[in-house]
């Protein structure tokens, strides 16, 4: 079992930074691909980039691409979503998820584990 928690949600302008830390508890956290996803209100959960567990490749959505960086430290069992220039499409409650796999996958289901979520609010 792994227990996520993320932090660092707000309410922020167009334009502006924010950035999400996602705290793993539980099992060891090195071993685990994570995924960021974003669902807005009244639309379905979409990914929005993730981290592998073992050379920290990066996969990012094309509507984040340039604008998002995702890192982890596995000494503090935590992986972070760095968003700068946020835009108000990118209002939305953010989750981080925890995957099994190697490679870091895109839907929803290929994660085990999932957080409750942040909400990031961007003001236009």
């Known amino acids: 079992q792994v227990q996520l928690v993320e932090s660092g949600g707000g309410l922020v302008q167009a334009g502006a930074s924010l950035r999400l830390s996602c705290a793993a508890s539980g099992r060891t956290f090195s071993g685990y691909t994570m995924g960021w996803f974003r669902q807005a209100s009244g639309k379905e959960r979409e990914f929005v980039g993730g981290i592998s567990n073992s050379v920290a490749s990066t996969v990012y959505a094309d509507s984040v691409k340039g604008r998002f960086t995702i890192s982890r430290d596995n000494a503090k069992s935590t992986v972070y979503l760095q968003m700068n220039s946020l835009k108000p499409e990118d209002t939305a409650v953010y989750y981080c998820?925890?995957?099994?796999?190697?490679?870091?996958?895109?839907?929803?289901?290929?994660?085990?584990?999932w957080g409750r979520g942040t909400q990031v609010t961007v003001s236009s």
């Open positions: 998820a925890a995957s099994l796999l190697v490679l870091v996958p895109t839907t929803p289901k290929r994660y085990n584990y």
